[in-house]
């Protein structure tokens, strides 16, 4: 099936620090999302990105579409313990309705 | 809350054995959508139910099958159990919009 490839697995950073991950595949996706899974919970959505180049924020998370639509980012700004988790990409394939393909995650672990 | 119900929430079961597990939609909404998520692993996608039919179909073993009933929650079947099934299935629902998905807390199964 489709990949997504994500990177870092996982991160360990102080609190206070910025934090980039990243989503890459060989697929064109119309749709990018980014997830966050908190242990014992489901994926809750963070943001969604509709257009190639988009640029999209949700408080201190930035979000791009890439202009080739083979990939995204995702930016933390000012991490606070609470933003610990895993994030996932995930990406709409064209002709493919609503299912979404997933990443692999990055595990984010935040230390006071 | 997030509005999408998975039962049980923890399921032990011997090898061999079979099992179903429960998911009812957030109101409103018609696809439903099964992914499992073994250890340190992604969301792989099983199945897409959109009013009561099919839609969509994933790397789902020939072992499990689905369906999503007239009142719209839907059922995992997974049979012929073996250790490698144990992981967390969840369930996601939406209107149908890969936007729209709403995760339960999903299923921790564990087969020994």
């Known amino acids: 099936g489709q990949q997504l490839n994500q990177s870092p697995q996982s991160m360990f950073i102080q609190e206070g620090e910025d934090v980039s991950m990243n989503c890459t595949s060989s697929?064109?996706?119309?749709?990018w999302l980014w997830y966050k899974q908190d242990p014992g919970e489901g994926p809750v959505l963070l943001i969604a990105?509709?257009?190639?180049?988009e640029l999209t924020s949700n408080g201190r998370l930035t979000a791009q579409f890439g202009i080739t639509r083979k990939d995204s980012f995702l930016n933390i700004s000012a991490s606070i313990p609470s933003d610990v988790g895993i994030y996932f990409c995930a990406g709409q394939l064209p002709g493919t309705a609503s299912k979404l393909t997933f990443g692999t995650g990055t595990r984010l672990q935040v230390t006071l | 809350d997030s509005g999408v119900t998975q039962t049980p929430k923890h399921l032990i079961t011997a090898t061999g054995q079979r099992v179903t597990l429960r998911c009812s939609p957030r109101?409103?909404?018609?696809?439903v959508y099964w992914y499992q998520q073994s250890l340190d692993q992604g969301l792989q996608f099983l199945i897409q139910y959109y009013n009561g039919e099919e839609r969509a179909k994933g790397n789902i073993l020939e072992r499990f099958s689905a369906q999503q009933f007239p009142d719209l929650h839907s059922e995992l079947n997974l049979s012929s159990l073996e250790l490698g099934d144990s992981a967390l299935y969840f369930c996601a629902s939406s209107v149908n919009t890969a936007d729209g998905y709403t995760f339960g807390s999903g299923t921790r199964l564990t087969v020994v």
């Open positions: 990105l509709y257009k190639a180049g």
């Open positions: 697929s064109i996706f119309n749709t």
């Open positions: 109101s409103g909404d018609l696809s």
